[in-house]
């Protein structure tokens, strides 16, 4: 008879607790200290894969690779290839993905597969979803990364307090905004977990029972809470306020300073285990760099130099020996910071994320071709429109569409943001296509990749450019 599955949660909360401890004291440590930890775990992952992992064996006989390895040497691995060798590259031949799936299709809460998995899932926005398993002593460590980031938002496990954490995130047990809590919801915290696809007056009711200490969501549904406080239909007053998952910004993270007078805090994670986060300066996220490496790269996967914008950024997990994470590619698009935080934390920072790579919209040049246009060109202008509470940038064959979820009484906002949109696609060298405005009042629907929002959304195969 195996471990009743509530000793098994109480085991990996306990070891997550240790684990804490051990990451609390990485955040005192020099620079140089880090740096060795580093070494010494990627060389213990980099012997364990290539002895475990039939892809990665296959790879380093194929290429004659010998120790000591570098982490250049391994190839950069995309979500395509990474599903297509599934099988291969995990370290347990247990694992199939196609059983996973199985598994997968039946999972309502924390339930473990084989008695010692957790299995996730990302939510699929760039177009390919990838699964995840974390064995049990992998899964404390995610846990432990979680009570950092409430320790650093200033809330410590086991007080007497208990504070109330609400998180509104994917409905999802196979995402980790709903496992983690779900997971660690065992006396610690007083975790609740909201559905980011429930309508909103249904979100306002909840919250207004919960009267949550912390509130954690994705920006465009905090953005979506603070209107219904200023019109006096949501009642609360949460000391910390954490987004995530989408870009938080400048005007927001202003507009939920004001009305909530509450700490906010920018968060960014990744389903394969990347963790970043705001100290109480807020100068940037700090990324655990003693649970993973993150290499910046333009679009020919060459090193891009602290202070400039990469095109996307290789993930290597330090803590993964059941999937191995090894220069896995996600598409956001990051700047990292020159110089160290003045709080002391000796992990680089994440100055700005401007999106991802697929969210670039290749449109008509005036001179032939395509022109390249990031989505920090769209948020320049619609972000310079207080009225506007969210928007979505819709791109077909032939136009663009902006839907925009605007305060009553701005009715005339209309030929003002078509006027400098068309301004600033001009000044970029397109030949602009026609562009809709469409006034919303509500821009609910969430039920695609797992409650996350997507602000460009491209109807139009880019694949050849």
């Known amino acids: 008879m195996g471990k009743p599955h509530r000793l098994r949660r109480l085991e990996d909360l306990a070891r997550a607790v240790a684990y804490r401890q051990a990451l609390i004291r990485h955040e005192y440590w020099s620079r140089t200290k880090l740096e060795e930890l580093q070494k010494r775990r990627l060389a213990e992952l980099l012997n364990w894969t290539t002895q475990r992992s039939p892809f990665y064996r296959e790879l380093c006989s194929r290429f004659r690779m010998s120790k000591p390895y570098a982490l250049q040497d391994f190839p950069i691995m995309n979500k395509k290839t990474y599903m297509e060798y599934f099988d291969e590259i995990v370290t347990d031949p247990r694992l199939r993905l196609s059983q996973l799936k199985e598994h997968m299709a039946h999972v309502a809460g ?5 008695g010692e998995y957790r299995v996730l899932t990302t939510a699929g926005s760039s177009g390919q979803k990838t699964v995840i398993v974390f064995n049990r002593k992998e899964w404390s460590i995610q846990e432990a990364a ?28 196979l995402h980790d905004s709903y496992r983690l809590p779900l997971s660690m919801d065992i006396g610690l915290y007083r975790y609740h977990v909201l559905p980011a696809t429930a309508p909103i007056d249904e979100l306002v009711q909840r919250l207004n029972l919960l009267q949550p200490y912390i509130l954690r969501g994705f920006p465009s549904m905090l953005g979506l809470l603070v209107t219904e406080q200023l019109q006096g239909r949501l009642h609360i007053s949460p000391c910390i306020v954490a987004g995530g998952g989408e870009p938080l910004s400048k005007e927001l993270r202003k507009q939920l300073q004001a009305v909530w007078q509450s700490s906010v805090f920018d968060i960014y994670g990744t389903q394969e285990g990347l963790r970043a986060m705001e100290c109480n300066l807020g100068e940037g996220m700090h990324i655990f760099e003693d649970l993973g490496i993150v290499e910046v790269v333009d679009e020919d996967n060459c090193p891009v130099p602290d202070g400039n914008l990469g095109h996307k950024i290789l993930f290597t997990s330090l803590f993964s020996f059941t999937q191995p994470v090894i220069r896995y ?14 709080c002391g934390l000796p992990f680089r920072r994440i100055l700005a994320i401007n999106g991802r790579n697929d969210d670039v919209l ?12 990031h989505p920090v060109h769209f948020w320049d202008v619609l972000e310079s429109f207080a009225s506007i509470r969210q928007y979505q940038v819709v791109h077909e064959a032939d136009s ?12 005339d906002i209309v030929c003002s943001v078509r006027e400098q949109l068309t301004q600033k696609l001009h000044s970029l ?11 919303v009042t509500t821009l609910e629907d969430r039920s695609r990749n797992m409650g996350k929002w997507k602000n460009i959304v491209s109807n139009v195969n880019q694949a050849v450019r």
């Open 146 to 173: 979680s009570m950092r980031i409430a320790s650093m938002m200033g809330v410590i496990p086991f007080s007497t307090r208990r504070p109330k954490i609400v998180t509104i995130g994917s409905p999802s047990p």
């Open 400 to 411: 663009i569409c902006l839907r925009l979820m605007f305060e009553k009484g701005n009715g």
């Open 329 to 342: 590619e996600i598409s956001d698009m990051m700047v990292l910071a020159a110089e160290p935080c003045s």
């Open 429 to 439: 060298g397109v030949r602009c296509p026609s562009i809709h405005v469409e006034l």
């Open 110 to 114: 924390d339930e473990y597969y084989l």
């Open 362 to 373: 290749y449109l008509p040049g005036r001179k032939g071709g395509q022109v390249a246009v």
